[in-house]
C-alpha cells in the first residue's frame, strides 16, 4: 500500500472515533506497520498481513480504548504481542507512560525497535512472565492501568491484571462480541482479587460489522499477597 492510500484509509477510521491524527502520528503508523510486515517475515507476530486489515483490526482497535485512559497514566500492556494495544496508544497519546510486557524476547526485541525507530519516549519494553511481575515489588500496585487485548479469558486475565495496579486504578480488559459468560464465570474471581466490574461496553469497529466489548474493572482493595500464582498456574486452573 502506498504512503498515501495509506494516510487517507487511516484518517478516515480516526475521525469515525472522534480523532484527528497530525502528519506526524500518520508518519509514525505507517513506519510501524512497514517494521510490523518485515519483522513478520522473520518472527511470528500477526496472522493480518493485510495493510487495510493492519490499519483497522490493530491500529484502530487499538485506539478504541483511549478514551477509557486518564491524562498522564501509566500503564503496563499485557502480552502486548506486536505491541497492541500499547504503541498505537502512545503514537496518539503522547502524556502515557507506557511499559510493554511480553514473555517473548524475539517480540521484546521487535519492540524496542519499533520504539527507536519511531523515537518513542515514555515507553519500555520488558521480558517477563506477568505472574513474576505481579509478585515485583518495583511493580507490584504501582500501574494506573492495565491493560490486555485478547491475551486469556476473564478469570486469568484478572489475576493478571488486578495485582499490577494501585487502589482505583483500573484494568481494560479489550474482547470480541461475546463475554457473556466470561464475565459470569470470572465475577468471583474478581471479587477475590480486589476488583469490581465498572462498565462493559460493545462497539463494532469503524466501517465494519466486527464487534468488539471493552471489559473496565475498577480496583477496589489491595490483591491479597498470594496473588498472582506461580507462572502458569493461573491459565491452567483460572479462579472461579
Not at 511480553?102 to 527507536?116: A, G, M, P, Q, T
Amino acid at each position: 500500500m502506498k504512503k498515501g492510500e495509506f494516510e487517507k484509509q487511516i484518517r478516515e477510521y480516526a475521525e469515525e472515533l472522534g480523532m484527528s491524527l497530525t502528519n506526524m502520528q500518520v508518519d509514525k503508523f505507517f513506519t510501524y506497520m512497514e517494521l510490523l510486515l518485515e519483522w513478520n517475515e522473520k518472527i511470528n507476530l500477526t496472522a493480518i498481513t493485510k495493510p487495510e486489515d493492519i490499519i483497522l483490526k490493530h491500529f484502530i482497535d487499538s485506539m478504541t480504548v483511549a478514551k477509557y485512559i486518564k491524562p498522564e497514566s501509566r500503564i503496563v500492556d499485557i502480552g502486548t504481542g506486536a505491541g497492541f494495544p500499547g504503541i498505537p496508544l502512545k503514537i496518539i497519546r503522547e502524556d502515557l507512560d507506557i511499559t510493554l510486557l511480553d514473555s517473548l524476547n524475539k517480540r521484546i526485541n521487535f519492540l524496542r525497535e519499533v520504539i527507536d525507530k519511531l523515537q518513542l519516549t515514555k515507553i519500555n519494553a520488558i521480558h517477563s512472565r506477568v505472574e513474576d511481575m505481579g509478585k515485583n515489588k518495583n511493580y507490584r500496585e504501582t500501574f494506573d492501568v492495565a491493560i490486555s487485548r485478547a491475551v486469556a479469558n476473564l478469570s486469568t486475565l484478572a489475576e493478571y491484571q488486578i495485582p499490577l495496579v494501585k487502589l482505583d486504578g483500573v484494568c481494560i480488559s479489550m474482547k470480541g462480541s461475546d463475554v457473556e459468560d466470561e464475565l459470569a464465570s470470572s465475577e468471583n474471581a474478581i471479587i477475590l482479587l480486589g476488583g469490581k466490574v465498572e462498565k462493559v461496553d460493545q462497539f463494532q469497529l469503524p466501517k465494519s460489522d466486527m464487534n468488539r466489548s471493552v471489559v473496565v474493572i475498577r480496583k477496589c482493595k489491595s490483591t491479597p499477597a498470594k496473588f498472582p500464582r506461580k507462572p502458569g498456574v493461573p491459565s491452567k486452573e483460572p479462579l472461579f
